[in-house]
């Protein structure tokens, strides 16, 4: 077989493994292409969770929220739970960016810097969580 023919020394397999490899390589790529795909699907559905956890981040909210503990304000699991079936996405949107305080101890939330968007979306996958 080609492959174990190549001259090393002229560095001829690159070109060896087109032309000899045909065949095979075209089997190889659809098979690649298919693991390719469901490896895309898979983690294009884990990128949903972690997209919104990774804005969390970028934004702040986890220097003070941990998804399952209190650091200064709750864990977001509890929140999720307080209003569970409540519509109140647009309140918490507009505390979240307006800052407020009362509902869960001493300490208030400051303003964060997000756009309405934003904060629709981070309540959104905070109210989600379980
Ligand atoms: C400096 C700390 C701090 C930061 C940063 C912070 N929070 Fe908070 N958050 C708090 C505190 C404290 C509370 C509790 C306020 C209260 O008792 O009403 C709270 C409450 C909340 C609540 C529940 C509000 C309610 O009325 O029940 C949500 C939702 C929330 N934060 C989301 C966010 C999001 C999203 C971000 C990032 C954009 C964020 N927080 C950033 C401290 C923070």
């Known amino acids: 077989m080609c492959w174990f023919d190549r001259d090393k020394e002229s560095g001829h397999g690159i070109f060896c493994m ?15 292409t298919l693991a390719v795909m469901s ?4 983690t294009l559905t884990s990128f949903e969770a972690t997209a919104d956890e990774a804005l969390a981040k970028s934004k ?19 929140v999720a739970k307080k209003y569970q079936g409540q519509n109140v996405t647009d309140q918490l949107a507009n505390k979240v960016m307006k800052g407020g305080g009362g509902v869960w101890g001493g300490m208030a939330m400051p303003p964060n810097a997000v756009t309405p968007d934003e904060a629709k979306q981070l309540v959104t996958w905070v109210l989600g969580l379980k």
């Open 18 to 32: 087109g032309g000899c490899f045909n065949h095979e390589t075209y089997i190889m790529k659809s098979i690649s």
């Open 39 to 42: 490896l895309m699907a898979l």
């Open 60 to 78: 702040g909210c986890l220097n003070c929220h941990g998804i399952d503990n209190k650091i200064v304000g709750p864990a977001y699991k509890d």
